[in-house]
Protein backbone atom coordinates (compact mmCIF):
# COMPACT_ATOMS: atom_id res chain seq x y z
CA UNK A 1 0.00 0.00 0.00
CA UNK A 2 2.97 2.40 0.60
CA UNK A 3 4.66 1.60 -2.69
CA UNK A 4 1.01 2.18 -4.45
CA UNK A 5 0.76 6.21 -2.53
CA UNK A 6 4.05 6.80 -3.18
CA UNK A 7 3.77 6.04 -6.94
CA UNK A 8 0.50 8.38 -6.83
CA UNK A 9 2.37 11.01 -4.92
CA UNK A 10 5.29 10.97 -7.77
CA UNK A 11 2.51 10.71 -10.25
CA UNK A 12 0.62 13.55 -8.87
CA UNK A 13 3.75 16.39 -9.78
CA UNK A 14 3.80 15.13 -13.45
CA UNK A 15 0.32 15.08 -13.79
CA UNK A 16 -0.61 18.60 -12.19
CA UNK A 17 2.44 20.58 -14.02
CA UNK A 18 0.85 18.64 -17.63
CA UNK A 19 -2.32 19.67 -17.59
CA UNK A 20 -5.30 22.40 -15.98
CA UNK A 21 -6.04 21.87 -12.64
CA UNK A 22 -9.37 19.68 -11.82
CA UNK A 23 -12.04 22.10 -11.33
CA UNK A 24 -10.58 24.55 -13.35
CA UNK A 25 -12.33 25.98 -16.68
CA UNK A 26 -10.87 24.05 -19.79
CA UNK A 27 -9.29 26.61 -21.71
CA UNK A 28 -11.04 27.70 -25.01
CA UNK A 29 -9.67 26.81 -28.39
CA UNK A 30 -10.11 26.78 -32.05
CA UNK A 31 -8.19 24.61 -33.84
CA UNK A 32 -8.90 23.48 -37.94
CA UNK A 33 -9.93 19.40 -38.10
CA UNK A 34 -7.80 17.55 -40.77
CA UNK A 35 -10.42 18.41 -43.44
CA UNK A 36 -9.68 22.22 -42.84
CA UNK A 37 -13.07 23.02 -40.53
CA UNK A 38 -12.82 25.13 -37.72
CA UNK A 39 -14.39 23.66 -34.38
CA UNK A 40 -14.27 25.67 -30.73
CA UNK A 41 -14.06 23.62 -27.52
CA UNK A 42 -17.03 26.75 -26.52
CA UNK A 43 -19.11 25.03 -29.06
CA UNK A 44 -19.70 21.68 -27.09
CA UNK A 45 -20.63 23.32 -23.81
CA UNK A 46 -23.37 21.28 -22.39
CA UNK A 47 -21.66 17.90 -23.55
CA UNK A 48 -19.06 16.32 -21.81
CA UNK A 49 -16.07 16.47 -23.25
CA UNK A 50 -12.86 13.99 -23.81
CA UNK A 51 -9.97 16.13 -25.44
CA UNK A 52 -6.59 13.60 -26.02
CA UNK A 53 -3.38 15.63 -26.95
CA UNK A 54 -1.26 13.31 -28.80
CA UNK A 55 1.82 13.29 -31.24
CA UNK A 56 2.37 10.45 -34.25
CA UNK A 57 5.66 9.59 -32.68
CA UNK A 58 4.05 8.28 -29.52
CA UNK A 59 3.11 4.67 -28.84
CA UNK A 60 0.96 5.76 -25.60
CA UNK A 61 -0.55 8.39 -28.06
CA UNK A 62 -2.19 5.53 -30.26
CA UNK A 63 -2.71 2.94 -27.55
CA UNK A 64 -4.58 6.26 -26.17
CA UNK A 65 -6.49 6.53 -29.02
CA UNK A 66 -7.72 3.49 -29.78
CA UNK A 67 -8.73 3.14 -26.20
CA UNK A 68 -10.71 6.47 -26.82
CA UNK A 69 -12.68 5.02 -29.53
CA UNK A 70 -14.23 2.04 -28.16
CA UNK A 71 -15.52 4.54 -25.75
CA UNK A 72 -18.73 4.85 -27.58
CA UNK A 73 -19.53 0.42 -27.03
CA UNK A 74 -19.27 0.84 -23.70
CA UNK A 75 -22.05 -0.81 -21.50
CA UNK A 76 -24.13 1.46 -19.73
CA UNK A 77 -21.92 4.88 -21.33
CA UNK A 78 -23.66 6.93 -24.07
CA UNK A 79 -20.78 8.36 -25.88
CA UNK A 80 -19.22 11.76 -25.07
CA UNK A 81 -17.98 14.11 -27.69
CA UNK A 82 -14.27 13.20 -28.37
CA UNK A 83 -11.70 15.66 -29.72
CA UNK A 84 -8.17 14.51 -30.22
CA UNK A 85 -5.67 17.13 -30.37
CA UNK A 86 -2.30 16.60 -32.76
CA UNK A 87 0.71 17.83 -31.75
CA UNK A 88 3.18 17.34 -34.72
CA UNK A 89 1.10 20.46 -37.02
CA UNK A 90 0.60 17.72 -39.65
CA UNK A 91 -2.50 17.70 -40.98
CA UNK A 92 -1.92 15.17 -43.40
CA UNK A 93 0.21 12.59 -40.94
CA UNK A 94 -2.55 13.31 -38.45
CA UNK A 95 -5.45 12.41 -41.14
CA UNK A 96 -3.47 9.07 -41.97
CA UNK A 97 -3.05 7.78 -38.61
CA UNK A 98 -6.62 8.23 -37.56
CA UNK A 99 -7.55 6.60 -41.26
CA UNK A 100 -5.57 3.39 -40.37
CA UNK A 101 -6.96 3.37 -36.86
CA UNK A 102 -10.44 3.99 -38.00
CA UNK A 103 -11.00 6.59 -35.33
CA UNK A 104 -14.47 7.60 -35.25
CA UNK A 105 -13.63 11.35 -33.77
CA UNK A 106 -12.90 14.47 -35.06
CA UNK A 107 -9.35 14.81 -35.41
CA UNK A 108 -7.80 18.34 -34.64
CA UNK A 109 -4.49 19.51 -35.49
CA UNK A 110 -2.51 22.24 -33.35
CA UNK A 111 -0.09 23.45 -35.85
CA UNK A 112 1.72 26.24 -34.09
CA UNK A 113 1.51 23.59 -30.91
CA UNK A 114 -0.52 27.37 -28.85
CA UNK A 115 -3.39 24.60 -27.77
CA UNK A 116 -0.22 22.39 -26.57
CA UNK A 117 1.20 25.17 -24.65
CA UNK A 118 -2.00 26.30 -23.37
CA UNK A 119 -2.79 22.94 -22.59
CA UNK A 120 0.69 22.64 -20.69
CA UNK A 121 1.15 19.11 -22.46
CA UNK A 122 4.43 18.45 -21.89
CA UNK A 123 4.39 14.77 -22.34
CA UNK A 124 1.96 12.98 -24.44
CA UNK A 125 -0.63 11.18 -24.34
CA UNK A 126 -2.78 13.53 -22.05
CA UNK A 127 -6.06 12.95 -21.69
CA UNK A 128 -8.98 15.38 -20.18
CA UNK A 129 -12.25 15.11 -19.21
CA UNK A 130 -14.33 18.21 -19.31
CA UNK A 131 -17.68 18.25 -17.82
CA UNK A 132 -21.15 20.47 -19.32
CA UNK A 133 -20.15 23.22 -17.55
CA UNK A 134 -16.63 23.35 -19.25
CA UNK A 135 -14.82 22.53 -16.05
CA UNK A 136 -11.92 20.03 -16.20
CA UNK A 137 -13.01 16.88 -14.33
CA UNK A 138 -10.28 14.59 -14.77
CA UNK A 139 -7.05 14.11 -16.33
CA UNK A 140 -4.32 11.70 -17.47
CA UNK A 141 -0.83 11.87 -18.55
CA UNK A 142 1.95 9.76 -20.20
CA UNK A 143 1.11 5.61 -20.34
CA UNK A 144 -1.48 6.14 -17.69
CA UNK A 145 -4.72 3.54 -18.76
CA UNK A 146 -7.58 6.20 -17.94
CA UNK A 147 -10.48 4.09 -19.33
CA UNK A 148 -11.58 2.48 -15.75
CA UNK A 149 -11.83 5.73 -13.83
CA UNK A 150 -12.70 7.44 -17.38
CA UNK A 151 -16.13 5.34 -17.85
CA UNK A 152 -16.94 6.07 -13.91
CA UNK A 153 -16.46 9.59 -13.94
CA UNK A 154 -18.17 9.75 -17.75
CA UNK A 155 -21.28 7.91 -15.73
CA UNK A 156 -21.41 10.46 -12.80
CA UNK A 157 -21.56 13.63 -15.06
CA UNK A 158 -24.14 11.78 -17.31
CA UNK A 159 -26.19 11.03 -14.21
CA UNK A 160 -25.85 15.01 -12.78
Excluded at 50 to 61: A, E, K, L, N, R
Aim: hydrophobic share 45%; glycine share 8%.
Amino acid sequence: MLAAVLAGALLYPLISRSAPATGSLAPDFVLKDVRGHNLRLSEYRGDIVIISFWSSWCGHCRESLSRLNAIASLPGVDAPVLLGVNLDGDAGRAAAVAESMHLSFPMLVDAKQSVGHLYRVDDPPLTLLVDRDGRVRGAWAGDTNPMPELARQIKELQSQ
